[in-house]
C-alpha cells in the first residue's frame, strides 16, 4: 500500500504474524474494529486503539485514548515521532496485549530498517502552501522536519516559551511566508497583533471557526478566558492563558498550565502536540475539529446527543440493576425517568453520570465513551443530588460564591467569579432571594434551585437531578420543572429521576423503569397511558409492579449495540478531577467554615456562652482550698484531703470534653452531600479534612481556655506555682488540648455516621468514655486492661497532665512524703515537669492518630458518594 504522493522514508508494520510496508502520507489504523488497516481480536485492545501517519515529513504513533493503552518501552505513549531509521518494540493494548513491531526507513524511498541516517535533510513540511524550504527559525515544539533522535514522548518541546499576551508572536517572521493556507497577509513583514475575539462556546454553531482569519506563519495564538488572549473564550473551565496554538511548518497545540486541561482526540495534552487534519481538541466545555488552518465548532446534533448503549449494571449473585438500557437523548431535550420504588433510577443516574459506572454498555457524549474518557468529559456533566448541596446556615450569594472559588479554575478572579454568581442567580431566578439565607429564608423549590446553580456555575452541558421536586408541593414541583425546561432548552441535555407525575407534559421523554432496571417505555409524555393500556399514572405504577408485566405490554425494542457493548471497567476507581492547590482550597474552606459557625446563632452562643458557664459551674465545689492541696493537709492525721481538687479537675476535663465533643459530632455528617459533590469536581478530602481539624482544634482549644480561666481565676493555684511555676496556665494549656483533642475525635467520628440521627448518641458515648477511661472517678491506675484502654482516651492524658501540675500524687502520701499504706501513685500524675510535657506530648500523638482516622472517614465518605 502506497500512500499520496509525499517524500519521506517508508514504514514496516510487522503485527500478529502479517508485516506490511506503507509510503509516506499513508494513515494505518490499529484496533478491534474490523474497519481498521489491522484488525486484531484481542480483549485488551481497543476498537480504535492507535494509528500510525505521516506527517511534516515524518511518522507519527498515536495513541487513540485506547483503555490499555499503548506502550513503549512499559510506558504509555499519547503521540510519538518515529525518527528515520528507527526500528521499535510497541506494546498495543498494555502488556498483556499483541507486540507490534516498526520500522522507519533511513530515507525516502530506502528500504525499511536501513541505517539510521541523523544527517539526513529534513524534508519540507507538508502542510498547505508551507514554506518550499525549512524554516529559518523553527517554531516552538516538535521538530519541524522528521525527527532524527530517538523517540520520545510528547512532552514539551525545546523551542522558547509561548508568548504572553501582547508580545509579537513566537520566532522571527518568516522571509518570504507563505500563508499557511489562512489568509494571505503581508510578505514577509511582522506578524501584526490579532484583534481580540470573544467567543462563547456555548454559543457556536456548528462548524463557526475558533481563529480569526489573518493567521499567519511564525504566529502563536493564545486561547484563553483573559481578555488579553487571542482569542478569548468566555467559558468558565477556561484557564485566564489555557492553550496556545503556534503556526509554523507544523501547527502545533501546546497546553499552557491550563487546569482543566486541553484534549487532543481524547487525550490530555501533556505539553504539546503537531495538529492533524481532522483532530478532535476539547478546550473547557467546547469541542472543535482541527480543519487545516482553523478550530472550527464541533456541535452538530450528533455530537451533543447522549447516547446510552446495552448499560447493564449487574451486582453479586447475577441481579440485574439495570437491564440493556439503550436511548439517544438529543440536545435541549428534558428527560424524566419514573418508575417504582427500587425499579433502579438511582442507579442509572449513577451509570449515566460515571459516578457509578455500569458493569456493561457505553454512555457515549461528543463521540467518546463516558467511562474510558471519564477525565475529558467529568466537567461537562452537572449532577444535582437529592440532597441540597449548599450549606443552609449561608446567604444564596456566599454559598455560591464559596462554591464558584472551589470549582472554577483557580485564575478566575474575584470579579470573574462574582459576574459568573450573577449569572447562575439570574438564570434560575433567585435575584431577589440572594441575600437570604438558604436553610431559613428559601422554599423548598429555591433551595433546589440554588443547587442547580451550583452545578452551573461551571455551565455542564450534560444536567442530571435525582429526584429535585421530592418534598415539594405540586405548585413548586411544576415551577422547578419549568425550570429545568429552560435549561434544556438552552441547548443542554437535562435528566432528571422523578416520583411525580404532574409536570411531565414539559418533558420530551419519559423513560419509564419497570423492577430489574428494564425499560418499559421511553418516548414522548402523551404515549405513556396509552403505551401501558391505562387511564392515569396511579395504575401505570401498579402495573409496573405486576409480575405479568411482560406479557401485558409490548416487549422493549432490542437493546442498541451499534459500538460494541463491552465490559468496562465495574467498579474501577475513577480518576481524580485536577485539583487546586492545598493553599486555596485550604483558604477557602476555612473561610467557609468561619462563615457557616458565624451565621450560625445557635453554635455562636454555645461559643460564647457554654465555656465560662461550664468554668462557672466548676466553682462550685465545696471548699476553698482551689487547686492546692497544702492547705487541706489534716495536722493530726498527716493526710491530704484532694476531694475539692478532683471535682474542679473533673468537671474542668470532663466538660471540656464535652464541648469537643458536641461542636464536632455533627460537622462532617451534616455536610456529607455538600463534600460528596464537591469531592467529584476536584476537593482533596485531605485539605477538607485538615479545614475542618484547624478550625474547630483551634476553636475548642481556646474554649477550654476560657472554661479553665473562668474555673481557676481567683483560686489558689497548684502548690509551688505547679511543675512551671506558671499556675493556671498549665491547668489551661491541659483543659484546652483535651477539648481539641476530643473535637478532633469527634470529627473523625463524624464522617462515620450516616445521618445527623446518630449523633446525639455518639456524643453521649464519647463524653461517657471520656468521664470513665480519666481515672477522675474510676481509679484506672494498675487495673489490667482498663489502664491500658485508658491511655487511648484523651481525658485520661489531659487530666494527668493537670494531676501533675497540682501534685495529686500527694493525696497518696502522708505530710512527710511517705507513700500511705493504701496509697499508689499513678506515675502519670508526678509532679515533674518532663511528665507534664510527657502527658501533653501522648495526648498531641494520639490526637495525630484521631486525624489519620478523621482522613481514612472521609475517605471512605467520598467513596460512597
Ligand atoms: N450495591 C448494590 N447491591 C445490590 N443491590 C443494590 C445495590 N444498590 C442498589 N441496589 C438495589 O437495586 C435496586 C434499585 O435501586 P435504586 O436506588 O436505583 O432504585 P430507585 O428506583 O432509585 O429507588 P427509589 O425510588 O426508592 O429511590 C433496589 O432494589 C436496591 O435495593
Redesign the pocket.
Known sequence: MTGPDQQGPTLRLGIGGRSQSFGPGTTVTIGRDQASTFALSHGDVSRRHAEIYFDAGAWWLADLGSTNGTLVDGQRVGTLPLAPGQSLQVMVGGNRGVAMQLEVGATAGSPAGGPPSPAAPPPPPAYRGAPAGPPTSPPTGPPAGPPTGPPRPAGPPTGPPVAGPGRPPAGPPQPGPAPLGYEPTMAGGPAGPMSAHQTPPGQMGHGQPLLPGNLRMGQTIVLGRNQACDVVIDDPLMSRRHAAIELGPTVVLRDLGSFNGTFVNGQRLQGAVPLRPGDEVILGNGTFTWTGDQLVARNTRSDLTLVVENLTTV??GG?R?IDGLSLELGPASLTAVI????????????ALTGTKPATYGNVIWQGHDLYTHYDQLRHQIGLVPQQDIQHPQLTVRQGLSYAARLRLPPDTTKAERDQRVNQVVAQMQLQRQVDNRIGTQLSGGQKKRVSIATELLTAPPLLFLD?PTSGLDPGLDRDVMHQLRGLADEGRVVVV?T?SVLALDVCDNVLV?A?G?RVAYFGPPSGVLRHFGCTDYPQVFDLLDDPDLWRRIPPPPPGRTHTGAQPVLANAPLPSPPRQSFGLQFATLVKRTLAVVASDKMLLAMLLLTPPLIGALSRLAVGDAGFGLSSTLDENSQRYDPSEVTQRLTVLIVASALIGAVMTIWALVNEKAVFQREYAVGLSPGTYLVSKVSVYGVLCFFQGVVVAFVGTVGLDGPDDGGVFGLGWFEIALAVGATCASVAILGLALSGLLSSSEQGMPAVIGVVMTQLVFSGAIIAVNGRAVLEQLSWLAPARWGYAAAASSVDLNRAQETGDGTLLESGERDVLYTSAADQFVLDLAVLGGLTLVFVLLGYLTVRRSSRAG
Not at 339 to 350: A, E, M, N, Q
Open positions: 451486582v453479586k441481579r440493576l418508575g417504582p420504588s427500587g425499579s433502579g433510577k438511582s442507579t442509572t443516574l449513577g429526584e429521576v416520583h423503569l423492577p432496571g
